[in-house]
């Protein structure tokens, strides 16, 4: 009776173990954000929204159709009522004031190639080294864009899809690195339901770097600009 009694315990002693080993493997999972129910995928939030996507490129959509640089206006009455410092000969009866073009935004300027605005965003699609594979932070962040590009307002704009790589490695190498990181984001945005006719992809290798250290990790990034028509 006594031997049944300690290889009891033995066991007892033995699945404590394994029960303690087991909670203190999924308490850390969870510090790590991690959801352990079987099948279940990461959830991630967005970095931005739908709307920040279709403001950014409707203000600049609108910038586009305004004519650059400085404008006129007309002044129709006396020289007291249209400039008082006007001189007595000029007749006062015409007064011209510069105005800032585009409620003083700078002139828009356009990619000779790709025709793609100049101010382009970020989609925040970071790539660890040497890959293209999208992460879950990556995934969440263009469901959004996809989203906000399909405003009724930008249903017929197009995109330049752009990759960019840091400075580690040769130039050939970060050109086709650059290139399939902007056709995996590319692809990505088709499987949501965006027409593969808006997007253009186009890789810069590391010739665009973001930040001046050329080898920062933050010049790996896919950016979004709109095309001017």
């Known amino acids: 009776m006594s031997l049944i009694i300690r290889t009891s315990s033995r066991t007892k002693s033995r699945h404590m173990r394994i029960d303690k080993l087991m909670l203190t493997s999924v308490f850390a999972l969870v510090l790590a954000g991690f959801v352990v129910s079987p099948g279940s995928a990461v959830a991630q939030d967005p970095t931005y929204s739908a709307e920040d996507v279709s403001k950014h490129f409707k203000q600049l959509k609108t910038r586009s159709l305004k004519p650059t640089g400085t404008s006129r206006a007309l002044c129709i009455g006396t020289r007291d009522e249209c400039n008082q410092d006007e001189a007595r000969e000029a007749g006062g009866q015409v007064a011209v004031t510069p105005e800032a073009s585009s409620e003083g935004a700078s002139p828009l300027t356009a990619d000779p190639e790709t025709k793609a605005i100049g101010e382009g965003f970020n989609l925040l699609v970071s790539f660890e080294y040497a890959s293209a594979r999208l992460s879950p932070t990556a995934r969440a962040n263009l469901r959004e864009f996809a989203k906000g590009i399909a405003d009724p307002d930008l249903q017929a704009a197009s995109f330049v899809i752009e990759g960019h790589t840091d400075g580690i490695g040769s130039v050939s190498y970060n050109q086709r690195l650059s290139e399939d990181r902007a056709q995996a984001v590319t692809e990505y945005l088709v499987s949501l339901g965006v027409s593969r ?28 600009k709109l095309v001017l028509e």
């Open 197 to 224: 006719n808006r997007l253009k992809t186009v890789g810069y290798g590391k010739t665009r770097p973001k930040v001046a250290d050329i080898n920062d990790p933050a010049n790996r990034r896919v950016e979004s």
